[in-house]
Structures are given as C-alpha cells and as structure tokens.
C-alpha cells in the first residue's frame, strides 16, 4: 500500500514540477483554469497507467512510460500551449529530464539511507522517496521560477524551424537516455549516477550553444544593421553634396538664366519663356533631397526607406517633429525606426494592391510618441501576448525594437486587424545622446 500511495504523490509531484516549468517556457492558449483542469484529468490518466504497469509487470516499464508520456502527454502541451511546434518539444523534454533526474536523485538517496535486504522495495524504502521527494521538488519549482525565466528568454531570441527542429532531436535523445537510466540505478549506483551526470554536462553544452548562437546572430545582425546606417548616411551625404554643387553651378549662372527669360519675355515668346523657367524648375526638383527632420542621421534614413517605397510603388506618408528638448540617441531610435519600417516595406510588398505605410513621430506631453502604421495581409504569428517574425530563417529584428524600447520607451504596443497593422511607441524624455 506504501509504494502506492508513494508513487501517486511523487507523480504528482513530477506533474507539478514539470507544469511549472512548461508555464515558465510557454503561454496558455485558454484560460490557467481550463489549462490546470485538462492536466489534472492527464495526470490522472498518467498516474493510472503507470499503477497498472507497475502491478502487471511490463518488460521495460520506463521504455513504456516514456512513450506513453510522449504519445499521451505531449499532444496536450501542442493543444493547450502556444509556440512553435519545435520549442514546444524542446521544452517538453527538458522539462521532463529534469525531473526524472531528480527522481534518479532522490532514488540515489532513499537507497542509500536505506541498506539491506529490502533495500529498492521495502516500507522504509518508499518511505524515504516519498519523504525526500516533497523538499526536492519544492526547490526544483522554487528554482525554475526564480531563475527559469531568464534561461528561457535567452534560449528563446530567436532561430528557425530548422535549428529548433535540430535542437528539439538532441534534447529527445537526452530524455530517452535518462529514460533508460533510472531503473539500472538498482544495480549500478555509482555507473548510473556518472551517466546522468555526463547527460546533465550535455545538455548544459547544449544551451550554451544555444544562447551562443543567439548572441552571435544578434551581434552580426547589429554589426550588418549599424553598416547599413553607415552606408546610407554616407550616400545621403554625397547626395547633399552633389546637391550642393549643383545650387552653387546654378547660383553662379542665375544670371544668364534670368537674362534668357527676360529675353525671351521681351520679344513676346512668352510660352517659350515659361517652358524654359518649368524646365530649370524640374532640374532643380531633380537635385533635391526630402527633408523629413532636422537629424541628419534619422533624416538620412527615414529617405533610404522613402526611396525603396517609391521604387516598390508603396505610398508612404512621413510626419516627424522632435524637439529640441527631446534628447534622442541617434542609433537607437534608428533601431526602432529602421526596423519598423523594415518590416512595413516587406509586409507591403506581400501585397498587389492598397500598399501603404504611415509614420508619425512627434512630442506627446512629457514623451516622444512613435505611430507606425502599414497595411498588411492579416496573418500574424504569435506566442502568447509576443507577436514572433514568421521569416524562415528566424527574425531578430522585432528583439532588436523591444530590447531598445525596454530602456528607452515607457510603452510599446501593437495593435491589428486585417488590413492595418500598427506599432506605438511612448520615448521618454531626457535620455543622453553622445552620438548627436
């Protein structure tokens, strides 16, 4: 009756450890409520099964409860969580390592606190489980909570189906492998213990190349954006010094341009005079460039932007005005900007028609507020509240604009429906500019 009433506890013990971190790692499609009672009713089932394993005496009861708990257990983190379906595998397994390894632990324990004939199946036995499993498990969902979420977020930046599909098969054979450990820790202690231990060391390995590869992307992905502000801060000004040129060529020859109206005025050729004037008005027009706001840097790349909409036929209405008394850092609002109107221009270009992208920055009270607003096919991916780039190489672009906003912003919301997609953004005043 004791390995009963020992083994439904610590299940539930394990269920609950391994909602918590899921909780941590994912979002709930429905309500927590609706979520906790479809897992009550799986962990009855769970518990049910593995009672009756235990008692009719399966070859390999673990080979079968791990495939049973992916078979049974998992198409219910795919129903009731949102995410991809990869992440959700990963974290799916990990979450399960590491309270079974816990449970090898706690096994580990029990058997050596416990010596003698019955040692593994007697009353004193299941006793110590069940009397080590409660504080174990306590601190594992008190660690996952506090410390959880961080390791989430970072293995979490970014990364395409492929990768996560790479990363989900690596985390699954660890979960197999420790599987198939926990019962030889009757016999080889010692053994059992090292392999869990060089499985654990793996799966570290793992992460940290995981968040490597994350960090790595987001450097590059910096490194290529700052570049690109370079690139199109250099052409701007070279444009303005062309343009320059030309006014300095035109203002030399004013003159004779005025005396060929006059000229043309005097002998009555008054149509040949205005086309002549018309003509000298479009060459001037040619030469200019759009002045969007007095930062030569924003100013500079707001125009790139303008350009590629003319050239990819997107209407594109542009009001910026940033006072004085806002200090804005140059690079950061570039982030936020470019990246913005990065993702508008290539949602409007999925479009054959009604290609449209308005931006709006301009003081509101005590803050800068930014409106980004552009028409867009309606199809949206998200995990959760987190809207999450549908690119198939994984986007960065959207961390970039939060992890920005999160130092410098007071607000960043979006909103949609299914023509209009809109980003706002409430700057807060004051913060230092070294790059102005």
Not at 111 to 117: A, K, Q, Y
Not at 125 to 141: N, T
Not at 160 to 184: C, D, R
């Amino acid at each position: 009756m004791m390995k009963e009433i020992a083994t439904i506890s610590i299940t539930i013990l394990i269920i609950a450890a391994i909602l918590n971190t899921i909780y941590l790692c994912l979002s709930p499609k429905k309500s927590m409520f609706f979520t906790i009672v479809i897992y009550f009713l799986v962990s009855i089932a769970i518990i049910m099964a593995d009672l009756a394993m235990e008692r009719f005496g399966v070859i390999n009861i673990h080979l079968f409860r791990a495939l049973y708990s992916v078979l049974f257990f998992f198409p219910f983190i795919i129903l009731l969580f949102s995410d991809f379906f990869f992440r959700k595998l990963f974290v799916f397994f990990l979450a399960n390592i590491s309270t079974t390894t816990i449970l090898a632990l706690i096994k580990i324990l029990a058997l050596l606190v416990t010596p003698g004939p019955e040692s593994g199946s007697g009353f004193r036995f299941w006793l110590a489980m069940l009397a080590l499993s409660v504080p174990m498990y306590a601190v594992h969902i008190f660690v996952v909570r506090k410390f959880g979420a961080r390791l989430v977020d970072r293995l979490f930046t970014y990364g395409s189906k492929k990768e996560w599909a790479l990363y989900s098969l690596g985390i699954g054979i660890y979960f197999f492998i420790v599987e198939m450990l926990y019962p030889f820790l009757d016999r080889h202690l010692l053994a059992g213990f090292v392999a869990l231990f060089v499985v654990w060391w793996s799966i570290i390995i793992l992460c940290y190349a995981i968040i490597n590869a994350q960090e790595k992307a987001k450097k590059e992905y910096e490194v290529e954006f700052t570049k690109g502000i370079i690139t199109t801060s250099r052409d701007h000004y070279k444009k303005m010094n062309e343009q320059y040129n030309a006014i300095r060529i035109m203002k030399h020859d004013y003159k004779f341009h005025l005396n060929t109206a006059l000229s043309m005025l005097r002998k009555g050729e008054i149509e040949k005079s205005g086309e002549y004037l018309n003509g000298l008005q479009t060459q001037l027009q040619e030469g200019e460039l759009p002045h969007f706001c007095d930062n030569p840097v924003i100013n500079s790349l707001i125009s790139d932007y303008a350009l590629r909409c003319k050239k990819s036929d997107i209407e594109l209405e542009i009001q910026i005005s940033i006072p004085d008394s806002f200090s804005v850092p140059n690079y950061e609002m570039c982030i936020v900007l470019g990246n913005l109107l990065e993702n508008a221009v290539e949602a409007c270009q999925k479009l054959n028609v009604n290609r449209k992208i308005e931006l709006t920055v301009k003081p509101q009270g005590e803050q800068l507020a930014i409106m980004a607003r552009n028409t867009f096919d309606g199809k949206i991916a998200k995990d959760g509240e987190n809207l999450i780039s549908m690119k198939k190489e994984g986007g960065i672009g959207l961390q970039s604009v939060k992890a920005v906003a999160e130092r410098y912003c007071e607000r960043f919301v979006t909103e949609h429906d299914t023509q209009w997609f809109s980003v706002f953004v409430l700057w807060k005043k004051g913060v230092d500019n070294n790059e102005r």
